[in-house]
C-alpha cells in the first residue's frame, strides 16, 4: 500500500505538492489527473523516492520511500521524458534492470522484445519517443515489481500499442497484484481502466474517490419541461451546471441517481432522460466548481 500523509514539495517559491494525503491500494489501478502544473510529476516523483518532501511523509508497505534502497527495490518508475544510459541498447538496459530486480523476467522480456517488433540491439536513441516508451514498459513489466509508476505512459504510443500495454498491466494486476500508478492528461486513456482517481488542482488534492462512485454521484440529465424549469429544482437539488439548447435543458446535478430520477420524474416533464458522464466531463465540472473555467482562459 502506499500512504502519502500531508506531503508538501516547493521548488523556491512555487508550491508543487501542496499538503496531498493519498492511500493507494495494492491491486487497483490508480489514476493522478490534474490541471497543467497540479503537480502529478512532483507526487509520482516523490513516490519514487527522487525527491524528498518538504514535509510529510510517502510511504510504501509502512516504510519511508527516499533513500530506502529496499524499497525502492519494489517499484519500476517510467518518466514522461525518457532517460536511457548514453549509447544504450534496450539489452544494455535489460542487464541493468537484471542487477537493480532480483526478479527481473528475461524470458518474457525477450517474447515482448520481439512482440512489439524492437531491434534489443539498436541503440535506444534512434528510437522514436513511442517506441522509447514500449522499452520502458517492457522493462516496467519485466522487472516484476509490487508498484508501477507510469508519468504520461500513454503518450505517444499508437492507440494498438496503448491497447496492448493496457493488457499487459491488466495480466499482472489479475496475476501477481500488481498496482500501477498513472498520472495522464489522456482522461480518455485512464477511464477503461482505473479503479480509482486521485484529481490534483494547484498542488492539492481536490478529490480522490473510487471511479465507479464517482461515477454514482454525479448526473448529467437532459429534459424537457412544459413552462421552463420550475425555480424550486434548484432549491431541492445540488445542481451544478444547466445549459439551455432551445427548450432543451441540460443539468448536471450531484447526488444520489435514484432519488433525482425519481423526483424529476414527479414533475411530469415533457421528456427526460439520465446520461452517464465520462471521466473527462467528471474531471471539468469539478475543477470548474474550484474556479478552473474554460470560460476564464479565453478572452
Given at each position: 500500500?502506499?500512504?502519502?500523509?500531508?506531503?508538501?514539495?516547493?521548488?523556491?517559491?512555487?508550491?508543487?505538492?501542496?499538503?496531498?494525503?493519498?492511500?493507494?491500494?495494492?491491486?487497483?489501478?490508480?489514476?493522478?489527473?490534474?490541471?497543467?502544473?497540479?503537480?502529478?510529476?512532483?507526487?509520482?516523483?516523490?513516490?519514487?523516492?527522487?525527491l524528498?518532501?518538504d514535509?510529510?511523509?510517502?510511504?510504501?508497505?509502512n516504510?519511508?520511500?527516499?533513500?530506502?534502497?529496499?524499497?525502492?527495490?519494489?517499484?519500476?518508475?517510467?518518466?514522461?521524458?525518457?532517460?536511457?544510459?548514453?549509447?544504450?541498447?534496450?539489452?544494455?538496459?535489460?542487464?541493468?534492470?537484471?542487477t537493480?530486480?532480483?526478479n527481473?523476467d528475461?524470458?518474457?522480456?525477450?517474447?515482448?522484445?520481439?512482440?512489439?517488433?524492437?531491434?534489443?540491439?539498436?541503440?535506444?536513441?534512434t528510437?522514436?519517443k513511442?517506441?522509447?516508451?514500449?522499452?520502458?514498459v517492457?522493462?516496467?513489466?519485466?522487472?516484476?515489481t509490487?508498484?508501477?509508476?507510469?508519468?504520461?505512459?500513454?503518450?505517444?504510443?499508437d492507440?494498438v500499442?496503448r491497447?496492448?500495454?493496457?493488457?499487459?498491466?491488466?495480466?499482472?494486476?489479475?496475476?501477481?497484484?500488481?498496482?500501477?500508478?498513472?498520472a495522464s492528461?489522456?482522461?480518455r486513456?485512464?477511464?477503461d481502466?482505473?479503479?480509482?482517481?486521485?484529481?490534483?488542482?494547484?498542488?492539492?488534492?481536490?478529490?480522490?474517490?473510487?471511479?465507479?462512485?464517482?461515477k454514482?454521484?454525479?448526473?448529467k440529465?437532459?429534459?424537457?419541461?412544459?413552462?421552463?424549469?420550475p425555480?424550486?429544482?434548484?432549491?431541492?437539488?445540488?445542481?451544478?451546471?444547466?445549459?439551455?439548447?432551445?427548450?432543451?435543458?441540460?443539468?448536471?446535478?450531484?447526488?444520489?441517481?435514484?432519488?433525482?430520477?425519481n423526483y424529476?420524474?414527479?414533475?411530469?416533464?415533457?421528456?427526460?432522460?439520465?446520461?452517464?458522464?465520462?471521466?473527462?466531463?467528471?474531471?471539468?465540472?469539478?475543477?470548474?466548481?474550484?474556479?478552473y473555467?474554460?470560460?476564464?482562459?479565453?478572452i
Open positions: 500500500m502506499i500512504q502519502a500523509l500531508n506531503i508538501t514539495k516547493k521548488f523556491d517559491n512555487i508550491i508543487a505538492v501542496d499538503n496531498v494525503t493519498a492511500e493507494i491500494k495494492n491491486g487497483t489501478v490508480f489514476g493522478l489527473i490534474g490541471t497543467n502544473g497540479a503537480g502529478k510529476s512532483t507526487f509520482l516523483r516523490m513516490a519514487a523516492g527522487i524528498k518532501p514535509s510529510g511523509s510517502i510511504k510504501i508497505d516504510k519511508e520511500v527516499f533513500d530506502n534502497i529496499e524499497i525502492k527495490s519494489k517499484f519500476f518508475y517510467i518518466s514522461d521524458e525518457q532517460f536511457f544510459f548514453n549509447n544504450a541498447t534496450p539489452q544494455d538496459m535489460k542487464n541493468y534492470y537484471c537493480i530486480y532480483k527481473f528475461t524470458e518474457r522480456y525477450n517474447k515482448l522484445m520481439k512482440s512489439f517488433d524492437l531491434d534489443e540491439k539498436r541503440k535506444i536513441k528510437f522514436s513511442g517506441m522509447k516508451k514500449q522499452v520502458s517492457i522493462c516496467g513489466i519485466c522487472s516484476k509490487d508498484y508501477l509508476f507510469c508519468d504520461e505512459t500513454f503518450d505517444g504510443l492507440p500499442v491497447q496492448a500495454v493496457k493488457s499487459l498491466f491488466a495480466r499482472d494486476i489479475e496475476e501477481r497484484n500488481l498496482t500501477p500508478v498513472i492528461h489522456n482522461l486513456e485512464l477511464e481502466i482505473c479503479d480509482n482517481i486521485g484529481i490534483l488542482h494547484k498542488g492539492g488534492m481536490l478529490l480522490s474517490k473510487d471511479l465507479e462512485d464517482l454514482l454521484d454525479i448526473h440529465i437532459q429534459i424537457v419541461f412544459k413552462d421552463g424549469i425555480e424550486k429544482l434548484f432549491s431541492d437539488l445540488n445542481i451544478i451546471k444547466t445549459e439551455t439548447r432551445g427548450s432543451l435543458s441540460v443539468l448536471t446535478i450531484k447526488g444520489n441517481g435514484e432519488h433525482i430520477n424529476l420524474a414527479s414533475l411530469n416533464p415533457i421528456f427526460f432522460e439520465m446520461l452517464p458522464l465520462t471521466l473527462e466531463e467528471i474531471f471539468i465540472v469539478e475543477t470548474e466548481g474550484i474556479g473555467d474554460i470560460k476564464s482562459l479565453i
